[in-house]
Nanobody
């Protein structure tokens, strides 16, 4: 069973929106933080946004005001609503989930912002 399943990536024009989803399988228990990272070609993976089990959020400066992270604890799912997308947001986006015992990464979903 795949621990994390991501969806929602794709090709969008500058100024457009996408919503990413990441669902944790039923084999993952006691999830603490959930987050999204991204990695562009030739660059290191970087934090985009994170959210605690209590709903406290944090964002990278370059997405503040444009992206919103949320989670549904009943569904073990984290979302990333991305608005006002820019070409520099083009990257592979990865979901990360942390429990008390382990850290899990998703397989990644490609986001391409281009006209």
């Amino acid at each position: 069973q795949v621990p994390l399943v991501e969806s929602g990536g794709g090709l969008v024009q500058p100024g457009g929106s996408l919503r990413l989803s990441c669902a944790a399988s039923g084999s993952i228990f006691s999830i603490n933080t959930m987050g999204w990272y991204r990695q562009a070609p030739g660059k290191e993976r970087e934090l985009v946004a994170g959210i605690t089990s209590g709903g406290v959020t944090n964002y990278a400066d370059y997405v503040k005001g444009r992206f919103t992270i949320s989670r549904d604890n009943a569904k073990n799912t984290v979302y990333l609503q991305m608005n006002s997308l820019k070409p520099e947001d083009t990257a592979m986006y990865f979901c990360k989930v942390r429990t008390m015992r382990a850290t899990y990464w998703g397989q990644g979903t490609q986001v391409t912002v281009s006209s």
